[in-house]
């Protein structure tokens, strides 16, 4: 199984959407696909349908796969299931810092959950905390979505700085989401990254249409699956599959 985490310490970069996106895209090939929503603020699970589950543990997710598994809801994609955020992963930090053999608990989960699935993506809470550290840990890739600014490549900086310092860390690749041509600013910051070979050659335009989620509670291959927005998503994802 291939994990996947979507993060970016900035909100309002479109880290959720890319992540549910992406992750709709995978199971419509026909991978086994799961989505863990991981940030508190449920925007994942609403965009899939799904409301905030009630967890009186909040660790037991964590450590126990039998807890885990209860929790898993499918959804209206074939093939796409989803692990709903839940309020009390707000708390998650402080269970982190508590059990220092979180990550060898969460390994025995993990082994639990590939052998249903293929493909695991994760939307990450917009923090560096002991338990997007702990995300980072069990991931393979670590994809960035950044908006095409110069404050958000220094941001994209700091990421790569922390990181480097972790012993255990994935593979990071970025992408330009919310690209508007139409800006100097954003031509200009594509053009400097052009050529690093950690960023992604498509960029995801930014268009009402991909607001649209939230009104619709679907990913964009549902109800506009022929829309350039949904296409460049497409090979976003053609691209990524080809990086893993």
């Not at 700091?158 to 012993?167: A, D, G, K, P, Y």
């Amino acid at each position: 199984m291939k994990t996947i985490a979507f993060y970016n310490v900035k909100g309002g970069v479109g880290k959720t959407t890319s992540c549910v996106n992406i992750a709709a895209l995978c199971a419509a090939d026909g991978y086994r696909t799961l989505l863990w929503d991981m940030d508190p603020q449920g925007a994942a699970s609403f965009y899939l349908g799904q409301d905030l589950i009630e967890v009186k543990k909040a660790d037991k997710v964590l450590k126990d796969k039998k807890q885990f598994l209860s929790i898993l809801k499918t959804t209206s994609i074939p093939n796409l299931n989803i692990a709903p955020a839940f309020f009390n992963l707000r708390n998650m930090d402080i269970i982190v810092d508590d059990e220092k053999k979180a990550e060898k608990k969460l390994a025995k989960v993990m082994g639990k959950i590939a052998k249903s699935h293929d493909y695991l993506f994760i939307d990450c809470p917009p923090s560096i905390s002991a338990l997007s550290e702990m995300i980072f840990s069990i991931s393979n890739l670590l994809i960035i979505p950044v908006i095409p600014t110069i404050l958000s490549i220094q941001s994209l900086n700091q990421i790569r700085e922390h990181l480097s310092t972790l012993r255990q860390k994935p593979e990071i690749l970025f992408f330009f989401n919310m690209l508007d041509s139409r800006k100097k600013m954003h031509r200009e910051t594509m053009e400097k990254c052009a050529h690093d070979p950690t960023c992604l050659s498509v960029s995801i335009p930014y268009r009402s249409l991909i607001e649209q989620m939230g009104i619709h509670q679907k990913p964009l291959i549902e109800f506009a699956p022929d829309e350039k927005e949904t296409l460049a998503f497409v090979d976003l994802w053609k691209e990524l599959k080809q990086r893993i």
